[in-house]
């Protein structure tokens, strides 16, 4: 019988949360990001951040969800409300983050966080939810668009500000999702 479960974050989970995405972040974009960008994504920092929003989310719409196996956090996903200007807020909302644990991956992880957040979606009574990958982040596009997800066609590019600058591609994916019958 399997250990493995989804539930939300609370406090104390900061610190394995910010070590999973440190190493989850090292080990996908080494050479992707910009050596600023992933200097500055260390354990501690990343830890304060999810802390903060585990314990003092800005809205009841903003989420984050853990994996866990047993007692230990497998990686963690982030529900917001949708933002982007063409998106209706009230309708729509942004996985803004799927982090697993590198040591922890291919483990059935990323699918149950998925389906949490598509159930808590569907709770909020959103119908739509969006996400932005990385142009070049193939695991992350291919595991999405094999789960229904597709490009809307929105793109964007991010200002990395470092000696010499660097420009960060991103691409919309979209998914829509209903109740349950």
């Not at 989970?13 to 992933?38: M, N, S």
């Not at 304060?48 to 989310?57: G, Q, S, V």
């Not at 853990?66 to 309708?91: H, I, K, N, Q």
């Amino acid at each position: 019988m399997s250990d493995c479960y989804v539930r939300p974050a609370h406090a104390g989970d900061g610190p394995a949360l910010g070590a999973a995405h440190a190493r989850a972040w090292h080990d996908a974009y080494t050479g992707v990001l910009p050596a600023a960008a992933l200097a500055a994504a260390t354990p501690e920092a990343l830890a304060a951040e999810w802390e903060d929003a585990a314990i003092a989310p800005p809205s009841p719409r903003h989420r984050v969800l853990v994996a866990c196996t047993g007692s230990t956090a497998a990686g963690f996903a982030a529900l917001v409300p949708g933002s982007d200007e063409d998106l209706d807020p009230a309708r729509a909302g942004e996985l803004a983050i799927l982090v697993i644990d590198p040591a922890r991956q291919r483990e059935g992880h990323a699918s149950r966080l998925l389906t949490a957040v598509v159930a808590d979606a569907v709770s909020d009574g959103v119908d739509t939810l969006v996400t932005w990958v990385l142009e070049n982040d193939k695991p992350l596009y291919d595991f999405l668009t094999g789960a229904g997800w597709a490009a809307d066609g929105a793109t964007r590019e991010l200002w990395v500000d470092e000696p010499g600058g660097a420009v960060i591609r991103q691409v919309r994916l979209h998914t829509a999702v209903s109740p349950m019958p």
